[in-house]
């Protein structure tokens, strides 16, 4: 079993920077690609990046596109959000996700299996 642990949210303003990360509460020994996915209140779950299991392909929402940036350790499937240039819309639970492998990485939520608990990230205007 998976369990993801996330990491690292909290209240900045508007312009400010958060770095998001994910952990696994056991150890791993396959790999996954991972995911960040972010909801905020009566609004849809939304991709916002993810990278594949080897690390040297990621994938971003045009809406975070140039601010964010996801990374990871291959050793131990934990996945990282640098978070730059934050704006109000940001505002959201972020979670992160793990999704076995496939033919492509998924940023879909049905592609991806486990998921932690979420993270508040609160940007203020």
């Known amino acids: 079993q998976v369990q993801l642990v996330e990491s690292g949210g909290g209240l900045v303003q508007a312009g400010g920077s958060l770095r998001l990360s994910c952990a696994p509460s056991g150890r791993t020994f396959s790999p996954y690609n991972m995911g960040w996915f972010r909801q905020a209140p009566g609004k849809e779950r939304e991709f916002v990046a993810a990278v594949k299991w080897t690390g040297d392909n990621t994938y971003y929402a045009d809406s975070v596109k140039g601010r964010f940036a996801i990374s990871r350790d291959n050793g131990e499937n934990r996945v990282s959000l640098q978070m730059n240039d934050l704006k109000p819309e940001d505002t959201a639970v972020y979670y992160c996700?793990?999704?076995?492998?496939?033919?492509?990485?998924?940023?879909?939520?049905?592609?991806?299996?486990?998921w932690g608990q979420g993270t508040q990230v609160t940007v203020s205007s």
């Open positions: 996700a793990a999704a076995r492998l496939g033919l492509a990485v998924p940023t879909t939520s049905n592609g991806y299996a486990y």
